[in-house]
């Protein structure tokens, strides 16, 4: 059996669909384009969507709008893809790094002591916002985050780029910050066949800007009224986008499903499954259980035709890329142990509970034939 981490669904009519415009010879930011907007929006809960060409770019484009630059700081989980951090540094300003809780996402509690403490980290860096990641596809505590935003005057921006559609207390993520980012990276919940990325708000200026920004910086097609970019998304991929966003709660549906089967399957074995707090819905970008047997465990299910992931191995504040911008008495005792015991289950929409059932039973033979049995 080879049961892969993560597959993108296709079908007929999404293919078919692609056909139609590859013929229609329009290609860029067309009325595809427009329409997905307007249902992205509309799905999300909120006034304006902008599509991008990355997940990455819709960070960097909402960090520009937010007025981010040179000297400021962004407070952000450590325990996240790279991409989170990298558009902190394009836009001149420095991360500062937060530990996460026991759903895997920016701990509240250690960013208020952080907040508390922030005269001394303000000798360098003027801390402007606020970046949660709603990992693995469970939302980060917002209401605590909010309400330190709002004490502390600054703004929180969504990174929703792995919880397409995850509810926290009934609001969709995205919805909550000034803005929020997705990517449709080919793993996601919602692809579009390459890269591509969207970003999502309430607030008509941060929409007008980066929408100018994203193509040049024109408002017209030849006045451009700001230097921009080239981050712009495509007509085959927003005809791709739109059919997955209708199938888009289906799939999650059938994610939450697969996490159910695992939970009910890994009861009793020396491995923790994911916390999933009362007040969230969450999306399972990713299964991700935790073992300190973690390499042990990956191998033996690889060598069964079992693909297995890590999210992440070296957590951002731990990259050689900016390391050595950090300070090196940084601390994140909870990030650094996740890192070492995380590992991801294979989870797509249509995993079949006989492949779950397989890699589950893979796992306690594992621990049948390994000496220590206690997780600890
Ligand atoms: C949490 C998170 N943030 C940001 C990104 C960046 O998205 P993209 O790969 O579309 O640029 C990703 C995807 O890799 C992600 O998982």
């Given amino acids: 059996m080879k049961i892969p981490l993560s597959k993108p669904y296709v079908d007929q009519e999404i293919k078919e669909r692609v056909l139609e415009v590859i013929d229609s010879h329009q290609y860029i930011l067309g009325n595809h384009s ?45 325990l996240t893809a790279f991409p989170t951090v990298e558009p902190i540094f394009h836009v001149g ?51 605590p985050l909010l309400d330190l935003a709002k004490h502390y005057g600054l703004f929180l921006l969504e ?30 919940n919602l692809t579009v066949f390459g ?24 408002k017209e097609k030849y006045e451009h009224e700001l230097v921009g970019y080239n981050l712009r998304f495509n007509e085959i991929q927003a005809v791709v986008g739109r059919l997955q966003l209708q199938r888009l709660e289906r799939f999650n549906e059938s994610r939450r499903q697969i996490a159910r089967w695992y939970g009910a399957a890994l009861k009793g074995l020396p491995v923790i499954t994911p916390k999933v707090q009362d007040w969230a819905e969450p999306v399972f970008h990713l299964y991700v259980i935790q073992t300190s047997k973690r390499d042990s465990v990956a191998n033996y299910l690889k060598e069964r035709g079992v693909q297995t992931g890590i999210h992440y191995p070296v957590p951002c504040h731990l990259q050689p890329a900016i390391k050595n911008t950090l300070d090196p008495q940084l601390n994140l005792k909870r990030t650094e142990e996740a890192a070492k015991k995380i590992l991801s289950l294979p989870i797509y929409p249509g995993l079949e509970k006989e492949k779950v059932d397989f890699v589950c039973a893979t796992i306690k033979e594992f621990f049948n034939q390994s000496p220590v049995l206690k997780e600890d």
């Fill in 34 to 78: 427009k329409h997905f907007e307007e249902e992205f929006a509309q799905f999300i809960g909120v006034k304006y969507a902008v599509l991008t060409s990355s997940g990455t770019s819709a960070i960097f484009l909402s960090l520009k709008a937010l007025g981010i630059g040179h000297g400021d700081g962004i407070l952000v989980p450590s």
């Fill in 93 to 143: 300003a420095k991360p500062i790094f937060i530990d996460i809780d026991e759903t895997f996402t920016m701990d509240p509690k250690h960013l208020e002591k952080v907040l508390i403490n922030r005269s001394q980290l303000e000798e360098v860096t003027k801390i402007k916002g606020i970046l949660p990641v709603h990992l693995y596809g469970h939302p980060a505590d917002m209401e």
């Fill in 159 to 188: 990174d929703c780029c792995q919880a397409h559609g995850a509810r926290y207390k009934g609001k969709r993520v995205g919805s909550m910050g000034m803005a929020g980012c997705f990517s449709f990276y080919p793993s996601k």
């Fill in 195 to 218: 890269d591509g990325g969207i970003l999502v708000t309430d607030d008509k200026t941060i929409a007008k800007y980066c929408r100018m920004l994203r193509d040049h910086g024109r």
